[in-house]
C-alpha cells in the first residue's frame, strides 16, 4: 500500500467529509487557543479577570464607560510566561466617571454612582500626564453583579472546562481500560467481580456519586476533576471488557500465547492498539460529560470556588437575572456550554463514522 492510501490519509480524508466533526474540531481548536492565551485575548488580564468595580455593576452588553486611572502600588510584575497563564495585576485602579477637565496637573471629575448620580472629585498627578489617566471600555457582553468583565471570564473559563474534560478522561481512561482489560481479557472470578464493582458505581446517580466524592476530598479546582474521572470510567470498563471478549479468542492472540508472550505484552501490545477506535470515540464523548458535570457542580457551589471563572459559577452568580432586564449574564456561559459540548459530541460521532472498519 502506498503511502498516499495511509491510515492518516484516509482518516483526515473521511473526517474532512463529515461537515459536523469538522466543526467541531474547529471550534475545540479555537477553544484550545483562547484557553492557552486567554489573558492576551480578555479585556480584564488580572488574575482570574476579577477585577471588581462595584458602581457599574449588571450592565447590560456593549456598556461603554469612562474610567479615570489612579496609579495604585503593585507587587513585582510578572514575566510574560508567568503573566500568560496567571494573569498580572494592573498597576492602577479603575474609577467611573461621566465628565472630566483637566486644569495644569489636576483632574476635575464626576464620579459614577449609579444611573444618574455622580459625586465631584478632584485629583492632584504628580509626575504623570493626566491626559494618560483617562480612558473608556467596551463591556462587550456586559458586566456581572461585581461589576467585572463577562467576556473576560468567559475567556478564562474556558481553561476550566477543558482542564477537567481532559483530566477527568486521563483518569476515566486509565481506570477504565485497565479494569476492562483485566476483567476482559482473564474472565472467571476476575470478570465478575470488576463485574459487580462496574454495576454497583453504575447504578449511583453521577451528580450524586460525584458529591460523595467531592465532600470526600474537598472542594477546589483539583478535586473537582478527580471526582469527575473517578465517575466516568465505567463506560470505558464495560466498552473495552466487550471489544476484548471478541477479540481474545481470535488466531493472533492464540499465537502470542503459543509463543509465551507474557499477558501484560498481549494486552497491552496487540489487543489494545486494536481496540482504541471505540476508545477514541467514548473519550469524546467523556470529556462532553465531564464539561456539564463540571458546570453542574459549580452551579450547585461544590465544584470550582469563586473567585475563579467556572461557567457553571458565572450561570449561579448570574441567573436571578433571567427574569430582569439583563439576561445575558447567565445565558452568555450557557451559550457556551452548548457549543463546547455540541462540539466534542460532533466530533465524537465523526470519529465513530471514520473508525468504523465495517462501513
Known amino acids: 500500500m502506498t503511502a498516499e492510501y495511509s491510515f492518516t490519509k484516509v482518516f483526515w480524508k473521511k473526517l474532512r467529509r463529515n461537515k459536523g466533526a469538522v466543526f467541531g474540531l474547529g471550534v475545540i481548536v479555537l477553544a484550545l487557543l483562547t ?14 479577570a476579577n477585577r471588581i468595580i462595584v458602581e457599574i455593576a449588571a450592565k447590560k452588553p456593549g456598556y461603554k464607560q469612562q474610567f479615570l486611572k489612579l496609579p495604585v502600588i503593585t507587587k513585582q510584575k510578572p514575566g510574560f510566561i ?8 494592573e498597576p492602577f485602579e479603575l474609577l467611573p466617571i461621566t465628565s472630566c477637565k483637566i486644569v495644569n496637573d489636576t483632574v476635575f471629575a464626576e464620579k459614577y454612582i449609579d444611573d444618574g448620580v455622580t459625586e465631584p472629585i478632584s485629583i492632584h498627578i504628580n509626575g504623570t500626564k493626566p491626559q494618560d489617566l483617562i ?6 457582553l456586559g458586566t456581572d453583579k ?29 481506570v477504565g481500560i485497565f479494569f476492562g482489560a483485566v476483567a476482559g481479557y ?25 458529591f460523595a466524592i467531592t465532600l470526600a476530598l474537598g472542594k477546589g479546582f483539583w478535586q473537582v476533576f478527580i471526582a469527575v474521572g473517578l465517575t466516568l ?16 479468542e481470535l488466531n493472533y492472540i492464540e499465537a502470542t500465547r503459543a509463543m509465551g508472550f507474557s499477558h501484560a505484552r498481549t494486552i497491552f501490545k496487540h489487543i489494545l492498539p486494536n481496540i482504541m477506535g471505540p476508545v477514541i470515540v467514548i473519550a469524546a464523548s467523556n470529556f462532553a460529560s465531564a464539561i456539564v458535570i463540571e458546570a453542574g457542580l ?13 461557567w457553571g459559577l458565572m450561570i449561579k452568580e448570574n441567573y436571578n437575572f433571567i427574569i430582569t432586564n439583563n439576561p445575558m449574564l447567565a445565558i452568555a456561559p450557557g451559550i457556551a456550554i452548548m457549543l463546547l459540548v455540541l462540539a466534542f459530541n460532533l466530533l465524537g460521532n465523526g470519529l465513530r463514522d471514520v473508525l468504523d472498519v465495517r462501513s
Request: cysteine-free; charged content about 15%; aromatic content about 10%.
Open 35 to 48: 484557553a492557552v492565551f486567554a489573558y492576551i485575548i480578555a479585556p480584564d488580564a488580572t488574575p482570574d
Open 82 to 89: 508567568k503573566g500568560l497563564f496567571l494573569g498580572k495585576e
Open 135 to 140: 480612558t473608556t471600555k467596551t463591556f462587550w
Open 146 to 174: 461585581f461589576g467585572r468583565d463577562i467576556l473576560s471570564r468567559l475567556i478564562v473559563g474556558v481553561r476550566v472546562s477543558l482542564s477537567v474534560g481532559l483530566i477527568a478522561v486521563a483518569i476515566s481512561l486509565t
Open 186 to 210: 482473564f474472565r472467571g472470578w476476575i470478570d465478575e467481580a470488576i463485574l459487580w464493582l462496574i454495576n454497583v458505581v453504575w447504578s449511583i446517580p453521577t451528580l450524586l456519586l460525584v
Open 233 to 248: 470510567w465505567v463506560n470505558v470498563a464495560r466498552l473495552v471488557r466487550g471489544q476484548i471478549l471478541s477479540i481474545r
Open 298 to 310: 459549580s452551579f450547585l457551589g461544590v465544584g470550582v470556588q469563586a473567585p475563579q471563572p467556572s
